[in-house]
């Protein structure tokens, strides 16, 4: 499985409004719509206007689509709720007096109407429902108090109804998508976290066979010589106090447990000198580079200490439990003084 695969999830990448796909069918569409104003002649009334509430739907479309977020912002939503009501008020002032093809001509409300159906789908149906009530009271308060008058090709009761219509099955729509996605987030959060726990499984797994590796090439031997010899010589006991401590390195501190650090333990230790290697866990849950950088910076620290180690010195090395303020200490006490590193997020940051 690839984690990659199983990233969240939301209304619009679901249902591609961000893609070059939806920009093409949105300008379609008012091309479609705003050419209305030819069809009825009513173009050269007000040319001005007309360009006017063309950029408006334009301008609140492109924030539909391109505005970042889900739910959308606030100040997008609010944009977006304003914009085909300004558009309707300049459609309506190129129109001027209603006539017999007027309401047909003002295109602005089922553009804007279909506009605030996918304002819904972004998760802002409070916002959608208000632009289509300022947009609806615009253009009908227009043609009852301006008119009205009889309509060849629109009654305004139906184009209303249409228009409620429209937005109510999309709120119906919406909120079911929006549910689904949520459903669709947290399948994908419990994959991931079953992904996590495979992978979690397998490196303890690979970590488990790795000690066991080491236990057969170099504990092995040693335990069969404690076994069958009659009496241990003072190297073979030095050899295998060396190896008892460096399997405690590996168990103990297994953050710090790395080959190079583990040989100048070893190293140190033939020396005469006390080396002492713990892991409380504060490097656990770390992002992996931030995880890596600590690691270093302890491994440096350490490896000084190790290198200058002689008889009669101990060096302690210790990942310190999660909430202190450093992450590690390393601490190394010798007959000529005490010599103290400590690791802090805020020296890691200085160092990258």
Known sequence: MNDGNLARTDTPALIGLGSGGALAIAAAWTIAECARAFTTGTW???????L??????????????????????????????????????????????PDRVALYASWTWPTGTIIFCFLVLRGRLGAA??????????????WFIAGPVPSDVADPWQELSWNLSMIGTCTVLGITLRR????????????????????????????????????????????ERIVHAEQLTADEIAQIALAEAQLRDRIRARSLATEEILAAAQEARAR????????????????EAQRASAVHAISQALRGALDRAGPGTTVTARVLPPGRHALATVLSMADNGVARFEITPESLARVR
């Not at 429902?129 to 227009?142: C, D, H, Q, V, Y």
């Not at 002492?276 to 992002?287: A, T």
């Open 180 to 223: 689904q996605v949520s459903v669709i987030n947290e399948l994908r959060d419990t994959t991931a976290s079953v992904v996590s726990d495979l992978h979690g499984g397998a490196a303890r797994l690979a970590e488990r066979d790795r000690q066991l590796t080491y236990l057969n090439e170099t504990a092995r031997p040693l335990l």
């Open 52 to 97: 006017a509430s063309v950029l408006l739907i334009a301008a609140a479309t492109w924030l539909l689509l391109r505005a970042p977020g889900d739910p959308l912002p606030g100040r997008a939503a609010t944009a977006i709720a304003v914009l085909p009501g300004l558009a309707a008020i300049a459609n309506i002032a190129m129109i001027g007096e």
């Open 129 to 142: 429902w208000a632009g289509e009530a300022l947009l609806a009271t615009t253009i009908l308060g227009w």
């Open 272 to 287: 005469g000198a006390t080396v002492i290697l713990l892991d409380d866990g504060s490097l656990e849950g770390m992002p």
């Open 44 to 50: 050269d009334r007000g040319p001005a206007w007309w």
